[in-house]
């Protein structure tokens, strides 16, 4: 994603710094990283992003969106570009994006009483990812940045690179335009959590909003790209962060919030409100 300017002085700002660097990182429990902590944690949950509510794109937020960029590159071996909104020019535009929240924790135990699978077809278990990144500033030394990869515990099926690759990953430097006070500043540790549940064309609502130029033909992107979603958890909830489909790529909507509900109910709250509006 393109760096957004660094608009306020480094200097200005209060320095706090969340530093995570080669500890032992703890896994994901269910009354941490969920979706809802009720009994409903184990359905599907609706939600979505609505063009009018997000907050403005930043420089912090930019690094962030960078350093998945990087590490999405590196372990699918292909040069990733994540789009944000703004490059597409959606944020002039209005729009709704409905999205499916998977449940906490998908079944994966249903098997047969008293079958075991042979010991053969046995993957590794699946593993959090650490990638250690050095990121360079516009001059000065490179500052170390963690990036914390989990699978998300809802979805059918775990990719193969939580199992395949090692657990800790040093990744090549990612140079940046920003002074090293500014980066000094900035969070040192993201956890995200991924998975390729997606429909191929989950960004289709947004497709006749981008100019048809920037639309990309299917067979110009990695596939790995279709479906792809990352989430982060906060407060209690997981929010998108970028989503991938089959004609835009990736998209950071991680400055959006993410509202819950979905395409009957948004659709009858709206011709409510133009009804009260009316008999005013």
Known sequence: MLF????????????????????????????QDSVDLSSAAHQVKEIYLDSQNKES??????????????????????????????ELDLDKKEWRLFLQVPPIHANKNNKT?????????????????????????????PVEMTLLLSPHNGSPETLELFHSLPKENSLPVLKT???????????????????????????????????????AEESSLPKQMFGLRIWRAKNNALTPIVLGSN??????????TALEGNIHSVEQSARQASNLYTKA
């Open 113 to 141: 009483a008293g079958y075991m699978a042979p010991e053969i077809h046995r993957r590794p278990p699946a593993k959090q990812l650490i990638f250690h990144i050095p990121v360079k500033p516009s001059y000065g030394i």
């Open 177 to 215: 335009p920003y002074p090293p006070e500014f980066l000094d500043q900035q969070t040192r540790h993201h956890h995200i959590l991924l998975d390729q549940d997606g429909e191929p064309d989950q960004l289709s609502a947004l497709y006749a909003h981008v100019n048809q130029s920037k639309l």
């Open 4 to 31: 957004i300017e660094a608009l306020n002085r480094a200097s200005n700002q209060p320095s706090e710094r969340k530093t995570i660097s080669r500890v032992k990182y703890r896994p994901i429990t269910s009354n």
């Open 57 to 86: 794109l930043t420089a912090s937020t930019s690094i962030f969106a960078n350093l998945i960029e990087h590490v999405l590159s590196h372990i699918f071996e292909a040069k990733f570009h994540i789009h944000s909104p703004e």
């Open 247 to 256: 004609k835009i790529g990736l998209l950071f909507v991680g400055h959006y």
